[in-house]
């Protein structure tokens, strides 16, 4: 009896991913941003298919990343996908950057694909610089629009003046 209490336990102990790799996919995701996070490639690359590894470089150049925050994760048989959320500051601004991080099932359990994830990641990123720039175009065209009205009802207010003073000047 004490002989199978130990096999559960060690059963129990690999099935929940302590001891090794993490088993499940957020798991994995989570300590593959926390690596990147801190520029670990070393430790990043322990969590990508050998493959994607080429791609971590120039995850380590970006931009420091202030948090990450992960989904409920879409679980198949051979793949899964991690909806993951990074904020990064810049300046006085703080960005929040949403997409999938993507990974396989390998020998040893789920790991990362990093060129799918950055693939991911760069395309939510241009999508967030492109929502930005027309966010700020919006607001230069809100706030030109607002001046040339203040300008025009300035210009009409003179116009209007002169035409009072013009008129008792010919009284």
Do not use: Y
């Not at 150049?61 to 048989?77: A, C, K």
């Not at 700020?136 to 809100?142: E, I, K, P, Y």
Request: glycine share 8%; charged share 25%; with cysteine.
């Amino acid at each position: 009896m004490r002989g199978s209490a130990a096999v559960l336990v060690l059963v129990l102990f690999f099935a929940s991913g302590c001891g090794g790799s993490p088993a499940r996919p957020e798991a994995v995701t989570a300590e593959f941003w926390e690596a990147i996070r801190s520029r670990d490639i070393d430790a990043a690359a322990e969590l990508a298919t050998e493959s994607s590894r080429s791609h971590l470089e120039r995850m380590r150049d970006g931009r420091p990343i202030d948090e990450v925050l992960l989904g409920e994760p879409l679980i198949g048989e051979h793949s899964a996908i991690v909806p993951t959320s990074l904020a990064t500051s810049v300046n006085e601004s703080r960005f929040h950057t949403t997409f999938d991080t993507h990974l396989v099932r390998g020998d040893s359990g789920w790991i990362v694909d990093a060129q799918a994830t950055e693939r991911a990641l760069t395309t939510a990123l241009f999508a967030t610089s492109m929502q930005q720039i027309g966010e700020a175009v919006g607001q230069g065209v809100d706030e030109f629009s607002e001046a040339l009205e203040q300008g025009a009802a300035e210009v009409s207010r003179a116009i209007r003046e002169a035409l009072e003073d013009f008129e008792k000047s010919r009284e």
